[in-house]
């Protein structure tokens, strides 16, 4: 069965909702999604970066940390945040602070990450509440929609391969 890309909508002024299928049970897009050795497999970067940190326990006051360098092996981007709430493997709430190379923290935002499953095929659901209007513009101006689907399309060859060990 073949899953439907990322869809995005904005419900307010300050959030975004993504969702997605994945063709798999849940319990192993939960798993893709919260251990950092499967983290790094999908995650997207742009052509020529290379994740240098992927670390975090998926647990309440656990944190998390994902970075990146660029072509020329120079640090460019850092994700961090705390996980407020974990009910595995169901849903994650964690804050979300990212930092671009020389222009420090972006702002900070909460996620809410919720999976559902029906007949083996995983339903995500995403919430980014962000603290203005502005900073969540500014996220949908990114583009970051074509990055996460690119994270998610390789995270459905990982999942389909069966080399998810």
């Not at 999604?33 to 006051?61: H, Q, S, Y």
């Not at 209007?133 to 690119?150: I, N, T, V």
Request: a negative charge; charged letters at 25%; aromatic letters at 8%.
């Amino acid at each position: 069965m073949k899953t439907a890309g990322l869809q995005v909508a904005t419900p307010t002024d300050t959030t975004i909702v993504m969702t997605r299928s994945f063709n798999a049970p849940r319990r192993m897009v939960w798993e893709a999604m919260t251990d950092p050795d499967k983290l790094r497999r999908w995650l997207f970067a742009p052509p020529g970066w290379t994740m240098t940190i992927c670390e975090g326990v998926a647990k309440v006051g656990g944190s998390y940390r994902w970075a990146w360098n660029d072509e020329n092996g120079k640090p460019a981007l850092t994700i961090r945040g705390v996980f407020k709430e974990v009910v595995a493997p169901e849903r994650i709430v964690h804050t979300e602070v990212m930092e671009m190379a020389g222009c420090g923290p972006l702002g900070e935002l909460l996620a809410t990450l919720e999976l559902s499953e029906k007949s083996g095929v995983t339903h995500m659901k995403m919430t980014l509440a962000f603290d203005s209007k502005q900073a969540r513009d500014g996220a949908l101006a990114s583009g970051m929609e074509h990055g996460m689907e690119a994270g998610y399309a390789s995270l459905d060859a990982m999942l389909e391969s069966g080399d998810f060990a």
